[in-house]
């Protein structure tokens, strides 16, 4: 089994709809991320937590929120989907305590369109 | 500004050359991390340095805190090797990654 997991892999949703992706981790990490891919894009961060009741937004966090239901679990939520949210959603975890820097795990990224 | 820039953006080679990827970074780093996507999407980490070199079986990576730049090297290239390589930095304040946009490799039998 992957150590993150997201669910689900790929989504075809319409504009204005509320759509969720989800994330678990079985790595016991404390810090969590949500980023987006888009082609000729870097990975840009969209949320990060560092602990259950730690949310803090990243570079592009309008239209997007987040809930940290659990340390496993980091969800997150586009409210009313736009096409420009089309794009593949990664979520990752790391973990502070490794000495040379954070080691950083991802998911096996969430394909959403929005038509 | 991109903190993380690669070089080159695409790149095909035949099976068996050596192959080289390039990596500069603007910010001050604790890591930078070698990255490997898949056609599939799915990103793996591939190598994690914060100085000298580290290899893995064909693959190098390589390290120049003073100069700010990393290399990724692959000898006697193979076409499973063929996939997107993302170079990322974690930075030593802020607790932030920095992602480059990553280099297409397409390696041809």
């Known amino acids: 089994d992957a150590d993150v997991t997201q669910t689900p892999r790929n989504r075809i949703t319409k504009t204005g709809k509320r759509i969720m992706l989800e994330c678990s981790q079985t790595?016991?990490?404390?810090?969590m991320y949500w980023y987006r891919q888009d082609p000729g894009l870097g990975l840009r961060l969209i949320y990060y937590?560092?602990?259950?009741?730690?949310?803090n937004k990243g570079e592009i966090s309008d239209g997007y929120s987040v809930s940290r239901q659990a340390q496993a679990k980091f969800s997150l939520s586009l409210e009313s989907a736009i096409p420009n949210q089309t794009a593949l959603y990664f979520c990752?975890?790391?973990?502070?305590?490794?000495?040379?820097?954070?080691?950083?795990?991802f998911g096996e990224g969430s394909w959403l369109t929005v038509v | 500004k991109n903190e993380v820039e690669q070089s080159p953006q695409n790149l095909t080679a035949q099976e068996g050359e050596f192959i080289t990827i390039n990596c500069s970074y603007s910010?001050?780093?604790?890591?930078l991390h070698w990255l490997q996507q898949h056609p599939g999407g799915g990103i793996v980490s591939l190598f994690m340095?914060?100085?000298g070199k580290k290899k893995h079986g064909r693959l190098i990576a390589t390290i120049n805190i003073q100069e700010k730049h990393s290399s990724l090297h692959i000898t006697a290239s193979h076409p499973r090797d063929s996939a997107v390589y993302i170079c990322?930095?974690?930075?030593?304040?802020?607790?932030?990654?920095?992602f480059g946009t990553g280099t297409s490799l397409t390696v041809i039998p």
């Open positions: 990752a975890t790391s973990d502070p305590r490794d000495t040379l820097g954070n080691t950083i795990y």
């Open positions: 790595k016991g990490h404390d810090r």
């Open positions: 937590s560092f602990d259950v009741k730690d949310i």
């Open positions: 910010v001050g780093i604790s890591a």
């Open positions: 340095l914060s100085s």
């Open positions: 990322a930095v974690k930075t030593n304040t802020g607790n932030q990654f920095y």
